[in-house]
């Protein structure tokens, strides 16, 4: 798993958040960890890409909710986007759309804050 | 590992694995092939792996009183044509398995279960797959049976 983090220009107190890879049981834990440790002080809008994700499982899902928890503490936002098909119909299974919103670009999830 | 039977049309793999949580991947990644052997759709695969992943954690977490080495268990891989089928069994503690948890087969949208998803393996299975059973025996060991797709001999799926 890799985790970045780009500035977005004009958009004080927001981050994207590049995730690629693989999110599980080795990984969750420090991708939680990551994911938490980023919103603080001023930030607290992030958008998660998670184009090059390959696989999640629920240890990597419950680090969103947790990141998104965190913000919401902070009244910041956790969007999604670039999520590929598979990982979004679980998503949707699970009913983690209904909490945290999935956007179908950066740009779209962007342009929402 | 030991794969047997395998035909264009039926793949059977067997996997003894030690109880420890990088065998989770070991598992996963043999699933994958399956599921490609057996035709499924990346949609499928994915729950599949999650499927297989969230039963093997259960198995390290909680079988034996944690990871540990010395103990092991089972995972066998059955893929046809559009459906794969997978068992997991271990000889551990075992659990009730009348209790509701283990019973629930929704997903609840709220925070916190969502939050500690990774606790509630089972019932993210049965929200994955087409079917789910489970045998338990406290202090015998437990089996959970799944499956997704269709049976290719009477197109039905098979529950």
């Given at each position: 798993?890799?985790?970045?983090?780009?500035?977005?220009?004009?958009?004080?107190?927001?981050?994207?958040?590049?995730?690629?890879?693989?999110?599980?049981?080795?990984?969750?834990?420090?991708?939680?960890?990551?994911?938490?440790?980023?919103?603080?002080?001023?930030?607290?809008?992030?958008?998660?890409?998670?184009?090059?994700?390959?696989?999640?499982?629920?240890?990597?899902?419950?680090?969103l909710?947790?990141?998104?928890?965190r913000?919401?503490?902070?009244?910041?936002?956790?969007k999604?986007?670039?999520?590929?098909?598979?990982?979004?119909?679980?998503?949707?299974?699970?009913?983690?759309?209904?909490?945290?919103?999935?956007?179908?670009?950066?740009?779209?999830?962007?342009?929402?804050? | 590992?030991?794969?047997?039977?395998?035909?264009?049309?039926?793949?059977?793999?067997?996997?003894i694995?030690?109880?420890?949580?990088?065998?989770?991947?070991?598992?996963?990644?043999?699933?994958?092939e399956?599921?490609?052997?057996?035709?499924?759709?990346?949609?499928?695969?994915?729950?599949?792996?999650?499927?297989?992943?969230?039963?093997?954690?259960?198995?390290?977490?909680?079988?034996?009183g944690?990871?540990?080495?010395?103990?092991?268990?089972?995972?066998?891989?059955?893929?046809?044509?559009?459906?794969?089928?997978?068992?997991?069994?271990?000889?551990?503690?075992?659990?009730?398995?009348?209790?509701?948890?283990?019973?629930?087969?929704?997903?609840?949208e709220?925070?916190?279960?969502?939050?500690?998803?990774?606790?509630?393996g089972?019932s993210?299975?049965?929200?994955?797959?087409?079917s789910?059973?489970?045998?338990?025996?406290?202090?015998?060991?437990?089996?959970?049976?799944?499956?997704?797709?269709?049976?290719?001999?009477?197109?039905?799926?098979?529950?």
């Amino acid at each position: 798993m890799e985790l970045s983090v780009r500035q977005v220009t004009g958009a004080p107190g927001t981050v994207v958040v590049d995730v690629a890879g693989e999110v599980d049981s080795s990984s969750a834990e420090q991708f939680r960890e990551q994911l938490v440790s980023l919103i603080a002080g001023d930030t607290k809008h992030l958008v998660v890409n998670l184009a090059d994700l390959t696989y999640i499982n629920s240890s990597g899902l419950g680090a969103l909710v947790a990141g998104y928890r965190r913000v919401r503490a902070l009244d910041g936002t956790l969007k999604l986007c670039n999520v590929r098909s598979s990982i979004a119909e679980v998503v949707k299974l699970i009913r983690l759309d209904k909490i945290i919103e999935v956007h179908d670009t950066e740009e779209q999830a962007l342009g929402t804050l | 590992m030991n794969v047997a039977g395998t035909t264009s049309a039926r793949m059977r793999c067997e996997l003894i694995l030690p109880c420890v949580p990088g065998s989770c991947r070991k598992a996963r990644l043999l699933a994958a092939e399956v599921c490609k052997d057996a035709g499924l759709t990346p949609t499928g695969e994915y729950r599949v792996l999650l499927a297989v992943d969230e039963l093997c954690q259960n198995v390290v977490q909680h079988a034996y009183g944690g990871p540990n080495p010395n103990e092991s268990f089972r995972v066998i891989l059955t893929g046809g044509p559009g459906r794969v089928e997978v068992t997991v069994s271990d000889n551990g503690c075992g659990f009730d398995s009348d209790d509701a948890l283990c019973r629930e087969e929704t997903m609840h949208e709220d925070l916190e279960s969502l939050m500690h998803l990774e606790h509630r393996g089972l019932s993210l299975v049965a929200s994955l797959m087409d079917s789910r059973a489970i045998e338990s025996v406290i202090g015998g060991g437990t089996t959970v049976r799944v499956h997704l797709g269709r049976d290719a001999a009477d197109g039905q799926a098979v529950t």
